[in-house]
Nanobody, 114 residues
Framework: QVQLVESGGGLVQPGGSLRLSCPASGSISSIYTMGWDRQAPGKQRELVAAINRGGITNYADSVKGRFTISRDNAKNTVYLQMNNLKPEDTAVYYC????????WGQGTQVTVSS
């Protein structure tokens, strides 16, 4: 069984930064794509960023230039560095990994408010 556990969420003022982490544990032989989605209240879940095993990244237009996704394959961990946060970034952030078969974390709340 594979488990993903996000950490690093919290309350931050506009313009601030947070770094999310998501290590995977369990029976893991290889991880292909790692990524982050988010879901704001009353809105559909959306892709924030993804990174494949070769390090190629993909970002939502709304976070380009502010967020950076990275991965540590030795630690089976994906990170999301979020800078210049805006109130519209407020959401529950979920990490996922394709092992294959997609696995999700339980989510971590990010609130951007003054």
């Amino acid at each position: 069984q594979v488990q993903l556990v996000e950490s690093g969420g919290g309350l931050v003022q506009p313009g601030g930064s947070l770094r999310l982490s998501c290590p995977a544990s369990g029976s893991i032989s290889s991880i292909y794509t790692m990524g982050w989605d988010r879901q704001a209240p009353g809105k559909q879940r959306e892709l924030v960023a993804a990174i494949n095993r070769g390090g190629i990244t993909n970002y939502a237009d709304s976070v380009k230039g502010r967020f950076t996704i990275s991965r540590d394959n030795a630690k089976n961990t994906v990170y999301l560095q979020m800078n210049n946060l805006k109130p519209e970034d407020t959401a529950v952030y979920y990490c996922y990994m394709d092992l294959p078969g997609r696995y999700w974390g339980q989510g971590t709340q990010v609130t951007v408010s003054s």
